[in-house]
T-cell receptor, first 115, second 111 residues
Framework: GAGVSQTPSNKVTEKGKYVELRCDPISGHTALYWYRQSLGQGPEFLIYFQGTGAADDSGLPNDRFFAVRPEGSVSTLKIQRTERGDSAVYLC?????????????FGPGTRLTVT | LAKTTQPISMDSYEGQEVNITCSHNNIATNDYITWYQQFPSQGPRFIIQGYKTKVTNEVASLFIPADRKSSTLSLPRVSLSDTAVYYCLVGGNSGNTPLVFGKGTRLSVIA
């Protein structure tokens, strides 16, 4: 079956611009997660959705970062006033339920470069 | 959250068995041990999960001693395509506790 997909695969933007990153989870998975990964580091948790609601957004670094999942499926991560330090690979993952959080299925990621 | 410690890197020749050990001294009673594999330019992939003793699937085996303060991921007869970063994670499946990835172990398989 189809896995987790993310678009775009690469995004280059100028400092100060706004970007949106999209995630399509596996059909039927109620839990969705966003991470970001810098070179040489493991993925860093950003936010977790159970259905339409953000169950845990404790990993969002500041209020420039926001994510939505209005219909409980597709999610969009939004970054305002981008900074060079936001450059990273943004990963999305889904799991069947929040209780299966340790068996997550990851997408290929979106590589964001802020110039 | 239980902290994990694993080697930064390992090298192996093709065809050998590779064992990667992870220490998690403060593992909690309801914590599971989970391993992920990540290839370059891809997201991590779930490999195996266990609670105690031994778990085996088509990819790997996971050995967990009785005190559960460590675990060993065993990859039989590795090939070049097993070159990847391997992450050990510890935590419970319930509640909202997020996954915490460390830096992982970079396994390089040499021909």
């Amino acid at each position: 079956g189809a896995g987790v997909s993310q678009t775009p695969s690469n995004k280059v933007t100028e400092k100060g611009k706004y970007v949106e990153l999209r995630c399509d989870p596996i059909s039927g998975h109620t839990a969705l997660y966003w991470y970001r990964q810098s070179l040489g580091q493991g993925p860093e948790f950003l936010i977790y959705f159970q259905g339409t609601g953000a169950a845990d957004d404790s990993g969002l670094p500041n209020d420039r970062f926001f994510a939505v999942r209005p219909e409980g499926s597709v999610s969009t991560l939004k970054i305002q006033r981008t900074e060079r330090g936001d450059s990273a690979v943004y990963l999305c993952a889904s799991s069947l339920t929040g209780d299966r959080r340790y068996e997550q299925y990851f997408g290929p990621g979106t590589r964001l470069t802020v110039t | 959250l239980a902290k994990t410690t694993q080697p930064i890197s390992m090298d192996s020749y093709e065809g050998q068995e590779v064992n990667i050990t992870c220490s998690h001294n403060n593992i909690a009673t309801n914590d599971y041990i989970t391993w992920y594999q990540q290839f370059p330019s891809q997201g991590p992939r779930f490999i195996i999960q266990g609670y105690k003793t031994k778990v085996t699937n088509e990819v790997a085996s996971l050995f967990i001693p009785a005190d559960r303060k460590s675990s060993t991921l065993s990859l039989p007869r590795v090939s070049l395509s097993d070159t990847a970063v391997y992450y050990c994670l510890v935590g419970g499946n319930s509640g909202n506790t997020p996954l915490v990835f460390g830096k992982g172990t970079r396994l390089s398989v040499i021909a």
